[in-house]
């Protein structure tokens, strides 16, 4: 077994402006969050996130709570687990198309995908071989021509669904 990556390494797949995107998405309505991920996601925020002149950060101006939520993104792995959950819990209605999409080309889930208990070895490395974020954007894209997930949501969504981070070769793969 190869060793296992903390959640907060999805950072370097991550461009700055995809993750603010995605801390702005998580913030949009918290009434469509299950109600125990609802309240793990508030009571994370509120008690992780430290906005200067808040005492509740979900106060502050949305501006100022996504850039100290991204701050804490960067390096808290446990945080990192909390936000990006809430974030899959906006696309599982996709599940069924990324489970067959995924399989075809050879994806295995991990044990921890999507609910990484352990934050600290949340990820393996390694896709199936010939497999890249095109090929796997394209699978997707054929099993639901209509998909309303932007083609970087599809390749995080593809990382957290299978708990596997591409690995050093995925630009020579496919």
Do not use: C
Not at 34 to 41: G, I, S, V, Y
Not at 54 to 74: C, I, S
Not at 98 to 126: M, R, W
Not at 143 to 166: V, W
Request: aromatic share 10%; hydrophobic share 35%.
């Amino acid at each position: 077994m190869s060793e296992l990556k903390p959640l907060h390494t999805i950072n370097v797949f991550i461009e700055p402006w995809f993750r603010e995107e995605i801390i702005e998405a998580i913030y949009e309505d918290f009434s469509v969050y299950p109600d125990n991920l609802r309240k793990e996601l508030v009571e994370t925020i509120k008690t992780e996130v430290k906005v200067s002149g808040f005492r509740n950060p979900l106060t502050a101006p949305k501006k100022l709570l996504v850039r100290e939520t991204d701050r804490l993104f960067e390096s808290d792995p446990r945080f990192v687990g909390v936000i990006l959950r809430a974030w899959m819990s906006l696309f599982e209605k996709h599940d069924e198309v990324f489970d067959t999409a995924l399989e075809s080309l050879g994806f295995k889930i991990s044990d921890q995908a999507g609910s990484y208990p352990d934050p600290i070895n949340a990820f393996d490395e390694g896709w199936p071989e010939g497999v890249n974020y095109q090929k796997v954007i394209d699978t997707i894209r054929k099993e639901a021509a209509n998909l309303e997930m932007s083609d970087d949501q599809i390749a995080l969504y593809t990382i957290l669904k299978t708990g596997y981070l591409p690995g050093d070769n995925e630009g020579q793969n496919g």
